[in-house]
């Protein structure tokens, strides 16, 4: 699992309140994304760093943001959720810059009611 | 922007017999071919990978083939068992990080006993 973990790994929230998933590495690995993966649609990049700080849109990031603070930490933040970011949500990191292998996290489960 | 199409969404095989799925990509630009292996309710596990500089590659049951000419790539795997079931996902990308993984929208292999 190249040393990623999420969590939490399942949350059930409600329409309109603030949500933030977390995404932690313990390799010092400097690219990390956040996708989400819904039915019929495979995996959609949302947002990505390439360091600390530095960070950059992906294709559906509308309704998102990210942080990264810590080479360690990169954190996905829905400001006011809504039903259609009902998905689940992975993060990815670059294990070798050399081959660009990309390895992925467990997984949230995010519910919006 | 680059586009990834894969066949089949679903394959049913038998205990024993070969799997195949395939993956067509628009840019040519692209240069490095990873496929997931994804089972129920984990992340997408990397099982294999290809970069335009080699046509095949073989890790025990699985290979994976690629034809730059025609733009596209395909998964091998023969001999399947049970333990192959699952959703397979083939991604094209530009070794240049960033927003450049684009994924297929995922087959479905059951491998019937």
């Known amino acids: 699992d190249a040393g990623i973990t999420q969590s939490p790994r399942h949350k059930v929230t409600e329409t309109g309140t603030p949500v933030t998933l977390r995404c932690h590495q313990t390799?010092?690995?400097?690219?990390m994304y956040w996708y989400r993966q819904d039915p019929g649609h495979g995996l959609r990049l949302i947002h990505y760093s390439y360091g600390v700080k530095d960070t950059d849109k992906g294709e559906v990031s509308d309704g998102y943001s990210v942080s990264r603070s810590k080479t360690e930490d990169f954190l996905l933040t829905l400001e006011s959720a809504t039903s259609s970011q009902t998905s689940v949500y992975f993060c990815?990191?670059?294990?070798?810059?050399?081959?660009?292998?990309?390895?992925f996290g467990p997984g949230t489960r995010l519910t919006v009611l | 922007g680059e586009n990834v199409e894969q066949h089949p969404s679903t394959l049913s095989v038998q205990e024993g017999d070969s799997a195949v799925i395939k993956c067509t990509y628009s840019?040519?630009?692209?240069?490095?071919f990873p496929w997931y292996k994804q089972e129920l309710g984990k992340g997408p596990q990397l099982i294999i990978d290809i970069r335009s500089n080699v046509g095949e590659k073989k890790d025990q049951r699985i290979a994976v083939t690629l034809n730059k000419t025609a733009k596209h790539f395909s998964l091998h795997i023969t001999e399947t068992q049970p333990e192959d079931s699952a959703v397979y996902f083939c991604a094209a990308s530009k070794n240049n990080y960033g927003q450049n993984f684009v994924f297929g929208p995922g087959t479905r292999l059951s491998v019937l006993p």
């Open positions: 840019d040519s630009a692209s240069n490095y």
């Open positions: 390799e010092n690995h400097r690219y």
């Open positions: 990815a990191i670059i294990y070798s810059e050399v081959y660009n292998e990309q390895f």
